[in-house]
């Protein structure tokens, strides 16, 4: 891949924030911030940073990484953010290396007594400033962890920078304001749905599905013990008909009940991305919801950070080890089509199609088989790319960067750029992407790189071929 | 000159070897008492332990990796390492001087594949050391550590390797032999302070990450209450961090208290 020419630089990184609220805020990057006191910013910053490492478990990953890191830089071949700007600054070892060097300096006695005998006056501002800009240029991806001979995840040290960063008041607005919505909101949800838009909406689909079906497709409400309480990114019910349609005929078919919960029905969690305060307040939004329905299993939609954040933490915040199973519902499909209870045409889609791996589901080695056997079933003309599963390229809109507007141009041409040529190079006119961020980072790929391929999730195609008896 | 040797390779290296140990141990201790407390302390004890092995596997013996990306630098860091590894502990020279000083020993490798080893690892160290000066990349991350370590552990190898084939004059070889030993003591001593803990931390790396992920219950919450800030998460409207919501329990010296003391008023006033 060709790194960007300086032209393109200039439009991706160039800022949309006046000038004025740079200074105010002292913050030099590109997404907007709500304000916040800029007075005394590195003594506030180590005060979060100390009760952080007070309370949680990073500090053992903190001392490892700072002695075993040897900086070999071979980190550099997987970042898909360094392949596009080819600056060494995007290397996710020197990315990490900005917090792991405050650690050290602050926070081991060694750098503590370092700094005592050379005057080393310790974190300044434009360290805050640089980390502020540098974490949110990473999609925190985690593909760099499979590079890494001495097994450092620089998206668990990028996640816990910008946890730091959240607590002294530096995170995008974008992802601030959806989770006020959803944490202290009348809707509840990030995208501020009140519950009549979304019995309408599903009213709307269970019609638009008999018309074109001829078949009830029911989208039961508020069943009280159903076996699985459907938790999709709350945005399919605007954006995504299509998949929301096709979850909604895959239960049809197989019969299993189901149910959407109007207390509570959005998978999206942004804490995965900024904070885990609100990581594990989000978390118990979905347990009490599970309590107050009494169902049995926890079922997330096609999206990808919904479903880590889910999977991986309500064991963690809600239940422990012996809680409710949480499944995506490719699993789920994939498990009906195994055992025969669904029911796939053939051949239904002519059109060569290719399947792009979420990062948060297939890095950790989750879901790959399952989206891909069932594509092969419906598809006549499949085809993969490269690389794929648990090595796949990130869309270029990971760790909640796809939300922030305002960084489009950077998302399109510097994050995405290596996605981009990668659906370019596998000339399929359907890009199957089961995740709401990255359909909506893939779609504005897409569309500024000039791409003929539709982005489409997994359940958009299965309704096509889905057999009724 | 041959007794400064003699003290280098006879009480210094056990103070070296020694301390190596007890360093190794302590940092290994540190660790498993670490993983064991974020383990307890999550509720989420669910890890994929076939994974953490593979993975850790896969870097020790890193046969299908070699390949797959950055082939040439790749196989130049593993012929580093291996030579790093084997000639030490395997060399004739050495093995013979640990039976003469503890009674036993272990078989030792052929001379010849010794000497094979010796220039490839130099070679090898030599190309990484350039790997690391020429690309900007890699000059971006170095610090002095980075170019100091490479040099250091290449010139015990350098010094054995001439002392045991050129013909030198007894005291240019007693000279390289002092060398040899000091600097070889010198990294013993340096590992475990240094980034060549690497040696034994990163076959456990894999589990202290996949640990690391395991986040305690109520830990955002008492993060929070900590900064003093329990009833204003970051999520609130009228958030804490503008200058006026700041309260006083929070910021010991605030620039603008959020509720003034009768006494700043009054310093205020006029």
Not at chain 2, 112 to 124: E, G, H, P, S
Request: with cysteine; glycine share 6%.
């Amino acid at each position: 891949m060709q790194p960007i020419t300086i032209e393109e630089r200039g439009k991706a990184f160039a800022c949309p924030k006046k000038q004025e609220v740079i200074d105010r805020q002292r913050l030099p990057v590109r997404y907007h911030v709500e304000d916040f006191d800029v007075e005394d910013r590195p003594r506030r910053f180590l005060q979060a940073f100390a009760a952080v490492l007070k309370h949680t478990n990073y500090r053992l990953a903190l001392d490892h990484y700072v002695r075993v890191s040897a900086k070999c830089a071979r980190c550099s071949v997987a970042c898909q953010v360094y392949q596009a700007t080819g600056d060494p600054q995007d290397v996710p070892c020197f990315r990490s290396s900005l917090l792991l060097s405050v650690y050290r300096r602050h926070f081991t006695v060694a750098g503590i007594l370092r700094g005592r005998l050379l005057g080393d006056p310790g974190l300044t501002d434009e360290q805050i400033q640089q980390m502020a800009a540098s974490f949110y240029n990473c999609t925190a991806c985690r593909r760099c962890y499979f590079e890494c001979p001495m097994g450092v995840d620089h998206g668990l040290v990028t996640h816990l920078g910008r946890y730091v960063l959240s607590e002294i008041g530096i995170a995008p607005r974008a992802l601030v304001v959806s989770t006020r919505e959803q944490l202290i909101g009348k809707t509840g949800n990030t995208s501020a749905i009140p519950v009549p838009a979304l019995l309408d909406t599903l009213a709307f689909l269970t019609e638009s599905m008999q018309e074109e079906l001829g078949v009830d497709v029911p989208f039961p409400i508020d069943q009280d013990g159903a076996e699985y309480l459907f938790l999709p990114a709350v945005s399919d019910f605007m954006m995504e008909a299509d998949t929301l349609m096709g979850n909604g005929a895959v239960f049809r078919a197989t019969g299993d009940s189901w149910t959407i919960g109007t207390g509570y029905y959005d998978g999206i969690n942004y804490g995965l991305f900024y904070s885990d305060q609100v990581l594990e307040r989000v978390v118990k939004k979905i347990h009490a919801e599970a309590e107050r329905l009494h169902v049995k299993k926890i079922l997330i939609g096609e999206c990808g950070h919904a479903s880590r954040s889910a999977k991986y933490f309500y064991p963690a915040f809600c239940e422990g080890r012996n809680g409710r199973p949480v499944i995506n519902i490719m699993e789920y499909t994939h498990q009906a089509w195994k055992q025969g209870r669904l029911k796939l045409r053939p051949n239904t889609i002519a059109e060569p199609v290719t399947y792009h791996d979420p990062c948060n589901i297939s890095r950790p080695g989750w879901i790959l088989e399952q989206p891909r056997d069932l594509l092969k079933a419906i598809c006549a003309n499949y085809v993969e790319m490269t690389p794929n599963r648990r090595d796949n390229i990130c869309c270029g809109g990971g760790g909640g960067t796809v939300s922030i507007d305002e960084i489009r141009p950077y998302r399109t041409m510097v994050g995405g750029r290596a996605k981009a040529e990668q659906i370019s190079a596998t000339g399929a006119k359907y890009c199957v992407a089961p995740c709401a961020n990255c359909k909506k980072q893939l779609r504005e790929l897409v569309e500024d790189n000039h791409i003929d391929c539709q982005i489409v999730g997994l359940h958009d195609l299965l309704y096509k071929a889905i057999i009724f008896d | 000159m041959e007794s400064w040797v003699q003290f280098g390779r006879g009480p210094l290296f056990a103070v070296a070897f020694s301390l190596m140990l007890l360093g190794i141990f302590r940092i290994l201790l540190l660790t498993a008492i670490g993983i064991v407390e974020a383990y307890r302390r999550s509720w989420d004890r669910i890890i994929n332990w076939k994974d953490v092995r593979l993975q850790t596997a896969s870097w020790l013996f890193p046969v299908a990796r070699l390949w797959r990306k950055r082939p040439l630098y790749s196989t130049v860091s593993v012929l580093f390492h291996a030579g790093l590894i084997l000639v030490p502990l395997f060399s004739a020279a050495h093995v013979l001087l640990w039976r003469r000083a503890v009674g036993f020993a272990w078989p030792a490798i052929p001379q010849r594949l010794a000497d094979v080893l010796t220039i490839l690892t130099l070679a090898a160290g030599a190309g990484l050391l350039l790997g690391r000066a020429v690309p900007a990349v890699s000059r971006k991350l170095s610090g002095a550590q980075e170019y100091f370590w490479p040099v250091l552990l290449l010139a015990p190898f350098a010094t054995g390797f001439t002392c045991s084939h050129a013909t030198l004059s007894p005291r240019a070889y007693q000279e390289l032999m002092l060398l040899h030993v000091y600097s070889a003591d010198l990294v013993m001593v340096l590992i475990p302070f240094s980034k060549i803990a690497h040696c034994v931390l990163a076959p456990i790396s894999q589990v202290v990450t996949a640990v690391a992920w395991k986040f305690p219950p109520g830990a955002g919450d008492r993060v929070a209450a900590t900064l003093g800030y329990a009833d204003l998460p970051t999520w609130m409207p009228k958030s804490r961090l503008t200058k006026s919501a700041v309260p006083a329990a929070a910021a010991p010296a605030p620039a603008k208290p959020a509720v003034p003391k009768p006494v700043n008023q009054e310093v205020t006033v006029p």
